[in-house]
């Protein structure tokens, strides 16, 4: 399995942005970029996702507006900006990788099989 290491995370108040970073070292093999959630109690769900192949990204309906998916091919490396954080935001952040296999859609966390071990954010009203 490919080894994804996610950055950025910590606490700050609501309002605030915050920036995570994931280094995917195969980044030309995987058809699907993605940010995954999980807080304590809750499913794993996915926030945003991008398309290598068109550049189109996918957004779960509460980060819309505030939450942006990116990535640098040169440093093979996925960005996720997060603007307006609250406090529903809080959540173990993970991104992941699907090169292959079963497809569950973009932010459906089934499908994807490269995962990084996740960085913590906080927001605090």
């Known amino acids: 399995q490919v080894k994804l290491a996610e950055t950025g995370g910590g606490s700050v108040q609501a309002g605030r942005s915050l920036s995570l970073s994931c280094v995917m070292p195969?980044?030309?093999?995987?058809?699907?970029m993605a940010w995954f959630r999980q807080s304590a109690g809750k499913e794993r769900e996915g926030v945003a996702a991008?398309?290598?192949?068109?550049?189109?990204?996918y957004y779960a309906d509460s980060v819309k507006g505030r939450f942006t998916i990116s990535h640098d091919i040169a440093r093979n490396t996925l960005y996720l900006q997060m603007n307006s954080l609250n406090p529903e935001d809080t959540a173990l952040y993970y991104c992941?990788?699907?090169?292959?296999?079963?497809?569950?859609?973009?932010?459906?966390?089934?499908?994807?099989?490269?995962w990084g071990q996740g960085t913590q954010v906080t927001v605090s009203s």
């Open positions: 195969e980044y030309e093999h995987s058809t699907y």
């Open positions: 992941a990788s699907y090169a292959g296999g079963n497809w569950y859609g973009t932010l459906d966390p089934r499908g994807y099989s490269n």
């Open positions: 991008l398309n290598t192949a068109d550049l189109r990204t």
